[in-house]
Each structure stands twice: as C-alpha cells, then as structure tokens.
C-alpha cells in the first residue's frame, strides 16, 4: 500500500507565506507526477499545480508566481511554497501522486488527507 501525508498548513496573514510537505511512504517503484489540489466547501476541486517525475510544473492561473511546486525524488516528497498568500487561497490542500507500487503493475492514483490552509487576519 501507498501513503501520502501533507503536512505544514495553518493560519498566516494575508501577504504570508507556507510550505506545504506531501510525503509519500510504503510500496512505491516509482513516482510519475504530483499535483497539489485544492477544495473550499461548496466549490469546485481546483487543480493548483503538478509536477512530472522531470520536474516539469504547472499551475493555475489564479496562484502563477505567487507559488512553486519542487520535489525531492530520493525522498519521494513534493512541496508547495505559497507565497503572497490571499484570503482566497484559504482551503483544504490536498497531494495527490501517481505511483507504480512494481516494474510491472500500471501506475495508480493516491492522494493524501489534506491540510488546511486559512489566510487571515
């Protein structure tokens, strides 16, 4: 089995900044891409960037530099750095990995169990 944990949301003040941590633990092979999601109760999931096994990323529009998404493959860990915070950015982040538990077995989709993230003042 496959286990990711976010870690590093809380409460900052508008301006702000947070790292975000997803690591990913257990039967892992290899790791394709990672993405950061995001979810405000009675919104719509938004994708807020990804990240390929070569380190080519991607963002949505509304969080282009302001944030910044790395990773560590020999730790098998992805991060978020958010800076500018807004209000707006306040949510449920949530780490997903598409991950090859063998050489043989297809890829599959894992996610974490999110980190809130609340920006105010």
């Known amino acids: 089995q496959v286990q990711l944990v976010e870690s590093g949301g809380g409460l900052v003040q508008p301006g702000g900044s947070l790292r975000l941590s997803c690591a990913a633990s257990?039967?892992?092979?290899?790791?394709?891409?990672m993405v950061w999601y995001r979810h405000v109760p009675g919104k719509q999931r938004e994708l807020v960037a990804t990240?390929?096994?070569?380190?080519?990323?991607n963002y949505a529009d509304s969080v282009k530099g302001r944030f910044t998404i790395s990773r560590e493959n020999a730790k098998n860990t992805a991060y978020l750095r958010m800076n500018s915070l807004k209000p707006e950015d306040t949510a449920v982040y949530y780490c997903?990995?598409?991950?090859?538990?063998?050489?043989?077995?297809?890829?599959?989709?894992?996610w974490g169990q999110g980190t809130q993230v609340t920006v105010s003042s």
């Open positions: 257990g039967s892992i092979f290899s790791i394709n891409a």
């Open positions: 997903g990995a598409n991950v090859a538990r063998t050489a043989t077995m297809a890829a599959e989709e894992y």
């Open positions: 990240i390929t096994n070569g380190g080519r990323t």
